[in-house]
């Protein structure tokens, strides 16, 4: 339960700040740019959920792994998508 509560305390720190970025450059369509956003968020929720169940409900592993696959897609989104270099200051 431990690893899971550190898990779910790095998510919600980190859904502002990646809100902000995504919104960053959609200012003018802030509304309909963040309601896509919490759409995508639930819709890929539910496709990469049911992964956990189809590798095992025996133990903790298959939610890890699929947490830890979930982490590395969202790394390599950031970096290859997003480049955060490019987001202009919000200052």
Do not use: K
């Not at 990469?48 to 189809?54: E, H, I, K, L």
């Not at 592993?61 to 200051?89: K, N």
């Amino acid at each position: 339960m431990v690893p899971l509560w550190f898990y779910i305390m790095g998510a919600g720190f980190t859904f502002p700040c990646v809100q902000v970025l995504a919104l960053s450059s959609h200012g003018a369509q802030a509304g309909t740019a963040a309601s896509l956003l919490g759409a995508a968020t639930f819709l890929m929720a539910g496709l990469v959920s049911p992964v956990a169940g189809w590798l095992g409900i025996t133990s903790s592993t298959p939610m890890g792994a699929v947490q830890a696959a979930c982490i590395l897609v969202a790394i390599a989104g950031l970096w290859l998508v997003v480049r955060p270099r490019t987001v202009p200051s919000i200052h």
